[in-house]
């Protein structure tokens, strides 16, 4: 959106707003588009921005800068993140505001150099609670690296109880409206996605950082992308939940089939599952979305997965969505793998050394050569009262 809003007397929104935008990382669908949010906040002497917008918004953002103040009489820089969604409008204000100091972490300031050729002189090293006067409001810092990249950190200005977390706590959700009681329903769903697919690996690093926000008197939580929450608290209890749990009590059950014998097992293995209580999450991963997958697994306490066998090993589907699982790292370590083959079998035993190798710990499975006769049912329904049981029992 071209409007700036102001947030609370003095801290400007100069954002951007990028509705079309429909991958992120070439991963991560973005059905509702994204924003790139920036913040102006000044003080009675003094002003920072926080982050900047993606380098295609850089105009955009400079003539917002422009509506407010002089962006030549910009005095810092925060760069919470270097990531180029954020930083890569920061040669463009360096270049507008030639008295600024960048101000970041000590890993931030290498970033700095080898994203955008920002000299270490023009930069301001800060550390945990180091603090910023900019006359009757102050920026303090805090260390919250790996969210999710090694050099980021957070922001919080205490008189107004305004965090800036950059990505941390942040939603893909573009909207005319920047507050998250007026976007509707999405943004805590939105929010849990884009955990899933950025940050899930990163989850000790993410209960250290709420653990830092929660001696914070925090009355708006204004990530750099997607709404600004006044309900901060809501949303730092949901994401409290998805990085240390509690686990429900369900079953995430991704599948391929080729000639309908591994989706014959699934239905019945999803129906031993859900006759039990356990919610079943489907994903055939013909039309599947990895990102929703991963964030179905946020919370799931069983992963189930029907691979049919594809010259030997998994199908390669299946493959892909296990190596995302895999990489992406969440927190349920039961694992039940299922599946036919036309001869030699094998899919059960690659999946079995790869989820293994990264702690699931995997029940035996249940492969079976063409279609499903009536003991491969009975040995299948046995798979899904195992992993069952296993949920159950906590
Ligand atoms: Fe939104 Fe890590 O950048």
């Not at 820089?77 to 040669?91: C, K, S």
């Not at 939603?171 to 996605?193: N, T, Y």
């Not at 079976?368 to 049912?377: A, T």
């Amino acid at each position: 959106m071209s409007k700036i809003i102001e947030m609370v007397p003095g801290i400007f929104w100069v954002g951007a707003t990028d509705w079309h935008r429909r991958v992120f990382d070439r991963f991560f669908s973005l059905p509702y588009g994204t924003s790139y949010n920036a913040y102006l906040v000044r003080g009675d002497q003094k002003t920072a921005l926080i982050d900047t917008v993606s380098r295609e918004f850089q105009d955009l953002l400079l003539e917002k800068l422009a509506r407010v103040m002089d962006p030549a009489d910009i005095d810092y820089l925060v760069m919470n993140h270097a990531e180029p969604d954020h930083g890569g409008a920061i040669p463009k204000v360096l270049a507008a505001a030639p008295g600024a100091r960048l101000v970041t972490t000590k890993r931030g300031v290498e970033m700095a150099a080898t994203f955008y050729g920002v000299p270490a002189e023009r930069c301001q090293i800060v550390a945990q609670g180091d603090t910023i006067d900019l006359g009757g409001r102050s920026l303090r810092f805090l260390d919250t690296p790996w969210l999710h990249w090694p050099e980021t950190m957070s922001t919080f200005c205490p008189e107004d109880g305004v965090l800036f977390p950059c990505d941390f706590l942040g939603a893909h959700l573009a909207s005319d409206r920047l507050f998250a009681e007026e976007v509707g329903g999405l943004s805590i769903p939105e929010a849990k996605r884009y955990y899933a697919s950025i940050m899930m690996p990163f989850a000790g690093k993410a209960l250290q950082a709420l653990d830092k926000f929660a001696e914070l008197d925090i009355r708006m939580l204004a990530p750099s992308h997607g709404p600004v929450h006044r309900d901060a608290l809501s949303l730092m209890k949901a994401q409290r939940k998805w990085a240390g749990g509690p686990l429900e009590r369900k079953a995430v059950l991704l599948y391929a089939t080729m000639y309908g014998s591994t989706e014959t097992l699934k239905q019945t293995i999803a129906g031993a599952l859900s006759e039990r209580g356990v919610e079943v999450v489907e994903h055939n991963l013909a039309v599947a979305d990895l990102s929703h997958i991963v964030s179905d697994l946020v919370d799931a306490s069983a992963l189930v997965v029907g691979s049919p066998t594809f010259i030997g090993g998994a199908h390669p589907l299946v493959h892909t969505a296990i190596e995302t699982v895999r990489i992406l790292r969440p927190p349920g370590k039961l694992a039940a793998l299922f599946g036919s083959s036309g001869w030699s079998g094998g899919a059960s035993a690659h999946l079995k050394a790869r989820l293994e190798s990264v702690g699931y710990q995997v029940l035996d499975p249940v492969e079976v050569k063409g279609p499903p006769r009536p003991d491969d049912l009975e040995a299948a329904r046995a798979l899904g009262n195992q992993v069952a049981d296993r949920i159950l029992a906590g």
